[in-house]
């Protein structure tokens, strides 16, 4: 099983940054992707962003030019710096990590979720 602890979410107004993290720990055999999704209320879930191994990374087309995601795959960390954030980016925003297990069965882990709320 692997584990993932959520931070850094809040209030902000628009226009303002905040930075998300999300630690993984446990029985991490090999984490692959890694990424952030987000739900507001009375809308699907939907992804932000994603981040491989390798470093390859993909933006929702409504995030792109404003967050940048990263990680840190010494510590098992996935970072989200959200910048010139909007009302409509209010949501709680989850972790999911895929990784494969003891006998190499990949599995997919998610986070609490954080709440990010951006007023006007």
């Known amino acids: 099983q692997v584990q993932l602890v959520e931070s850094g979410g809040g209030l902000v107004q628009a226009g303002g940054s905040l930075r998300l993290s999300c630690a993984a720990s446990?029985?991490?055999?090999?984490?692959?992707?890694m990424g952030w999704h987000r739900q507001a209320p009375g809308k699907q879930r939907e992804l932000v962003a994603t981040?491989?191994?390798?470093?390859?990374?993909n933006y929702a087309d409504s995030v792109k030019d404003r967050f940048t995601i990263s990680r840190d795959n010494a510590k098992n960390l996935v970072y989200l710096q959200m910048n010139s954030l909007k009302p409509e980016d209010t949501a709680v925003y989850y972790c999911?990590?895929?990784?494969?297990?003891?006998?190499?069965?990949?599995?997919?882990?998610w986070g609490q979720g954080t709440q990010v709320t951006v007023s006007s």
């Open positions: 999911k990590v895929n990784s494969n297990d003891r006998y190499g069965i990949p599995r997919s882990y």
């Open positions: 981040i491989t191994g390798g470093g390859t990374t």
């Open positions: 446990g029985s991490i055999f090999n984490l692959n992707t």
